[in-house]
């Protein structure tokens, strides 16, 4: 491989990883933090910037390794991302026909989903507190088997 090109799609990977933690820090992240890596992607995307217009690469070739990269680079930064994010406590609003009530409440019991319900007219209002990713995705499927109407809410973390 060319050594234009192979530091031309090291260069792009690492900009499009910086550019992605950027975008989250300055959405998730505090003002210091946010800061530095807006820094760092504008200060290597200026870099690219220069190589492209010097580098001895087609356009179609720019444009392929640029494609690639990003979506590789977004790819595993969301990943990780997604690895690193702590579970917390969601609320879990459900509505159903009250008929089927009952057969709810056991499956959600049975899946270790603490709930209640109450009977409002021909309806059954559940509330379930699920304490992971996968509780909040096994309450759901359950309710989508009653063509449960559902708001589900996450708790803020305490300052």
Request: net charge positive; proline share 1%; with cysteine.
């Amino acid at each position: 491989m060319n050594t234009a090109i192979l530091l031309f799609v090291i260069c792009t990977l690492a900009n499009v990883v910086i550019a992605t933690i950027k975008s989250v820090m300055t959405i998730k992240g505090g003002k210091v933090a946010a800061s530095i890596w807006n820094a760092l992607s504008y200060g290597l995307y200026s870099y690219i910037v220069i190589m492209t217009a010097n580098a001895d690469i087609s356009t179609l070739g720019k444009v392929l390794i640029t494609v690639g990269c990003n979506l590789i680079g977004v790819f595993f930064v969301k990943l990780v991302e997604e690895k690193m994010r702590k579970d917390r406590l969601w609320k879990i609003e459900m509505t159903i026909y009250s008929t089927n009530a009952d057969k709810m409440h056991q499956e959600l019991e049975n899946a270790g989903i603490p709930n209640n319900y109450v009977i409002a007219g021909r309806h059954a209002i559940f509330n379930c507190f699920c304490d992971t990713q996968s509780d909040s995705a096994n309450a759901l499927a359950i309710g989508k088997t009653y063509n449960a109407k559902t708001f589900a809410s996450e708790t803020k973390l305490n300052p």
